[in-house]
């Protein structure tokens, strides 16, 4: 392990903001030997070059895309009912959404301190790597176990739709694979769908209120009255923890962006604002959707329905016919979005880990070549998420993908905090672009810790992701 006083990468400002002299090295390094060159992988070395598959190609607005895609998934057409339905109240189920965005600031408080001072490929395995030195590259060890095990969450009923699944995620790696930059822009403009459609749900929601009053769903405003919103609510600690876990999980993703950072035009600058405006817009989006459902959907039925809350918000507007085909082509835009996002992201992650030698012929899955893109990383990424679509039974696929990732992401986050609460002590001469304030961490750390052990011991029904 090198000195900790010779860190070139932590100690020189350059390296932060750096964009042209970088992308020339960059571009001339990737052209000669792209993939083949593999100098120290000491977490203190410069080692920003040789992982750039393709430079620094990633504008502001497709870091961005690769955040909001990846926190809102098509889990925000079924979460909030099922919040409500452990819940029981809308003042609870707000409440909830309100506490998990400022946990999820808290945690992104934590991520942002070391993205900025770690501004490298690779995410919490960067940070776990540099905070935790013995044993020696266990964070690489772990995360290569861990995203093995990783599958997309795409739900399968049958044959036909896991077949469908297996093509999208097929199409998905090919185009990234082969097409790079196609895929960019591919994910962007599904991305400002996604947000659309969205965006459009939540004003129909409000259309309702104030060109509508006579419509069939009204008088709804008073579900959100004082004195209506804690109606039989639940105040079962278990039950709330559970909720709080489920929002916990729609927030995930926000440190999208640094699993990619090699990639990232200005990556210090471009990391904070696209973070802080992707939490600011996942708040945004989740509290309003949350009441653009309460202004069209009875309660009762909201209690009753659970996961099918967006499909009575589109009956509701559009009629039975109609809201058949918005809700599918929605869920399925949203879905096929994320998909590209967290494909893209994990691909570059799955070489990282290919470059240390964990994986029989790593010197072949972490080549750049032959289409200047981390085809080996994809091939590792779809091979697992291949056989879990595949092999488990239709109805334990969501369980297991939160078992394998929600939980592991939990402690993870944990071991992130704690680790940079360590490296306050043990290395103030860091350069830290971006600082976290003491009480994000000890709050994130303590409100994790009990959120977990309320979820073991009060598991409820898994849904997906918001």
Same mark, same amino acid.
């Given at each position: 392990?090198?000195?900790s006083s010779?860190?070139?990468?932590?100690?020189?400002?350059?390296s932060?903001?750096?964009?042209?002299k970088?992308?020339?090295?960059?571009?001339?390094i990737?052209?000669?030997?792209a993939?083949?060159?593999?100098?120290?992988?000491?977490?203190?070395?410069?080692?920003?070059?040789e992982?750039s598959? /393709?430079?620094r190609? =990633?504008? #502001?607005?497709?870091a961005y &895309?690769? +955040?909001?895609?990846r926190?809102? !998934?098509?889990?925000?057409?079924?979460?909030p009912?099922t919040?409500?339905?452990?819940v029981?109240s809308?003042?609870l189920?707000l409440?909830?959404?309100?506490?998990?965005?400022?946990i999820?600031a808290?945690?992104?408080?934590?991520?942002?301190e070391?993205?900025?001072?770690?501004?490298?490929?690779g995410g919490?395995?960067?940070y776990?790597?540099?905070?935790y030195r013995?044993?020696?590259?266990?964070a690489?060890?772990?995360f290569?176990?861990?995203?093995?095990?990783?599958?997309l969450?795409?739900?399968?009923?049958?044959?036909?739709s896991k077949?469908?699944?297996?093509?999208l995620l097929t199409f998905v790696?090919i185009?990234?694979?082969v097409?790079?930059?196609a895929g960019?822009? /591919?994910?962007?403009v =599904?991305? #400002?769908i996604?947000i659309? &459609?969205i +965006?459009?749900?939540?004003?129909? !929601?409000?259309?309702?209120?104030?060109?509508r009053?006579?419509?069939?769903s009204?008088p709804?405003?008073?579900?959100?009255?004082?004195?209506?919103?804690?109606?039989?609510?639940s105040?079962?600690?278990?039950?709330i923890?559970?909720s709080?876990f489920k929002?916990?999980?729609?927030?995930?993703?926000?440190?999208?962006?640094?699993?990619v950072?090699?990639?990232v035009?200005?990556?210090v600058r471009t990391?904070?604002?696209?973070a802080l405006?992707a939490l600011?817009?996942a708040c945004?989006l989740?509290?309003l959707?949350?009441i653009?459902?309460?202004l069209?959907?009875p309660i009762?039925?909201i209690?009753g329905?659970?996961e099918l809350?967006?499909?009575?918000?589109f009956?509701?507007?559009?009629?039975?016919?109609?809201?058949r085909?918005?809700?599918?082509?929605? +869920?399925?835009?949203?879905?096929? !979005?994320?998909?590209?996002?967290?494909a893209?992201?994990m691909?570059?992650m799955?070489?990282?880990i290919?470059?240390?030698?964990?994986?029989?012929?790593?010197s072949l899955l972490s080549?750049s070549r032959?289409?200047?893109?981390?085809?080996?990383g994809?091939?590792?990424?779809?091979?697992p998420?291949f056989?879990?679509?595949i092999?488990?039974p239709?109805?334990?696929?969501?369980s297991l993908?939160?078992?394998?990732?929600?939980?592991?992401?939990?402690?993870?986050?944990l071991?992130?905090?704690?680790?940079?609460?360590?490296?306050r002590?043990?290395r103030?001469d860091?350069k830290?672009?971006?600082k976290?304030?003491?009480?994000?961490?000890d709050?994130?750390?303590?409100?994790m810790?009990?959120a977990?052990?309320?979820?073991?011991d009060h598991s409820?029904?898994?849904?997906?992701r918001?």
């Amino acid at each position: 392990m090198a000195d900790s006083s010779n860190a070139p990468l932590l100690q020189s400002r350059s390296s932060y903001g750096s964009t042209d002299k970088t992308s020339t090295r960059h571009d001339s390094i990737d052209s000669e030997a792209a993939g083949e060159i593999q100098p120290s992988r000491d977490v203190e070395d410069d080692v920003l070059p040789e992982t750039s598959t /393709i430079g620094r190609n =990633l504008s #502001w607005q497709s870091a961005y &895309i690769l +955040v909001i895609s990846r926190v809102v !998934g098509s889990g925000i057409f079924a979460t909030p009912g099922t919040i409500v339905q452990s819940v029981g109240s809308a003042g609870l189920s707000l409440s909830l959404w309100i506490i998990g965005a400022f946990i999820a600031a808290c945690g992104l408080a934590v991520s942002l301190e070391f993205g900025c001072m770690l501004p490298r490929s690779g995410g919490d395995k960067v940070y776990l790597e540099f905070a935790y030195r013995r044993p020696r590259l266990l964070a690489s060890t772990l995360f290569a176990i861990k995203y093995a095990l990783f599958a997309l969450g795409i739900e399968a009923t049958d044959v036909l739709s896991k077949s469908l699944a297996v093509g999208l995620l097929t199409f998905v790696c090919i185009t990234h694979s082969v097409f790079p930059k196609a895929g960019i822009k /591919i994910q962007d403009v =599904l991305g #400002w769908i996604k947000i659309g &459609i969205i +965006v459009f749900m939540i004003l129909s !929601g409000f259309y309702v209120v104030i060109f509508r009053p006579d419509t069939t769903s009204a008088p709804l405003t008073h579900q959100l009255a004082w004195e209506h919103l804690w109606e039989e609510t639940s105040w079962n600690w278990g039950v709330i923890a559970t909720s709080l876990f489920k929002v916990f999980y729609s927030f995930a993703g926000l440190d999208n962006a640094a699993n990619v950072m090699n990639e990232v035009k200005q990556p210090v600058r471009t990391l904070r604002s696209v973070a802080l405006t992707a939490l600011g817009t996942a708040c945004g989006l989740y509290m309003l959707v949350n009441i653009a459902y309460f202004l069209v959907v009875p309660i009762d039925e909201i209690r009753g329905s659970g996961e099918l809350i967006a499909a009575l918000f589109f009956e509701r507007l559009f009629g039975e016919n109609f809201g058949r085909v918005v809700l599918p082509t929605a +869920v399925a835009l949203s879905s096929v !979005g994320n998909v590209m996002v967290v494909a893209f992201a994990m691909a570059r992650m799955k070489q990282e880990i290919a470059r240390q030698g964990f994986l029989p012929y790593s010197s072949l899955l972490s080549s750049s070549r032959p289409f200047n893109s981390p085809m080996g990383g994809f091939i590792i990424h779809y091979i697992p998420s291949f056989l879990v679509m595949i092999l488990p039974p239709s109805d334990s696929i969501y369980s297991l993908i939160l078992d394998i990732d929600g939980y592991a992401a939990q402690l993870i986050g944990l071991a992130v905090a704690i680790g940079l609460v360590k490296l306050r002590f043990q290395r103030p001469d860091l350069k830290r672009p971006f600082k976290a304030w003491m009480p994000a961490r000890d709050r994130k750390e303590r409100l994790m810790c009990i959120a977990d052990e309320d979820v073991v011991d009060h598991s409820g029904p898994r849904h997906p992701r918001g």
